[in-house]
């Protein structure tokens, strides 16, 4: 008996150590669902699949065999599915950019770290940690390598009675590198203004500072926001 609370313990304490250090990085960063969150996703994870495996030790060896249904790949894909809901809950939609998925994918792959530690497959617990970390960490500064586009919402108001013709709406964004995906107008009549609303990519990273620095400088512009498509 002493052996096997030894082991339920080593188990918990590789998945509550695994999810940690995988929640620390998420919370560097800034993210919604950090290191508490992430260190109890893999908890409960490995208590689960812990529950299983050790069956036989809580209930007896004098338990009919025909009246258990417990199968530990159900209780896996039992696990997962219900992480699925609390990692759509750290997505989120701000005008046209979605944030969080990031944040959802590392709780499904902490609750996956979780049942292998339940079960006692700590090998690959391990290199799952390690992968987990290095994606999050070595990735997102790689990334800056990739000559990547980057797609940013623009939103420009003028008055009803200085509206900047779009063709040289386009030439500004143009000048500064970004070419226009999409755009719509917005006309408020009783308000007394007249919005462009756009999609911009870009490969150049200085851009939108530029950009932004261009139309600050503009007498005849009202507002403008510009709201940047990142994770």
């Not at 096997?4 to 929640?23: M, P, R, Y």
């Not at 007249?194 to 600050?216: C, G, H, P, W």
Request: net charge neutral; hydrophobic share 50%.
């Amino acid at each position: 008996m002493q052996q096997l609370h030894i082991d339920v313990a080593l188990h918990l304490a590789a998945a509550w150590a695994a999810g940690s250090l995988i929640g620390i990085e998420r919370t560097i960063h800034g993210r919604p669902a950090g290191f508490r969150t992430h260190a109890l996703v893999c908890l409960a994870a490995a208590l689960l699949m812990a529950l299983t495996h050790y069956r036989w030790d809580w209930l007896g060896s004098d338990v009919p065999l025909e009246t258990i249904r417990s199968d530990s790949t159900r209780v896996a894909q039992g696990i997962m599915t219900g992480v699925g809901f609390l990692g759509a809950g750290v997505i989120f939609k701000e005008g046209l950019t979605v944030r969080g998925l990031t944040t959802a994918a590392s709780i499904w792959i902490t609750a996956a770290i979780g049942i292998l530690c339940g079960v006692g497959f700590f090998y690959p617990a391990v290199l799952a940690t390690a992968a987990t970390l290095g994606t999050l960490t070595i990735f997102h500064r790689v990334e800056g390598w990739f000559p990547i586009h980057a797609f940013t919402q623009l939103v420009l108001r003028f008055k009803a009675t200085r509206i900047l013709p779009e063709q040289t709406v386009r030439d500004l964004i143009s000048k500064h590198g970004f070419t226009i995906v999409n755009i719509s107008y917005c006309l408020d009549r009783e308000a007394g203004y007249f919005e462009y609303q756009m999609m911009i990519s870009t490969a150049r990273k200085t851009a939108i500072e530029t950009l932004v620095n261009d139309l600050r400088e503009r007498s005849d512009l009202l507002e403008f926001r510009i709201s940047p498509s990142n994770d």
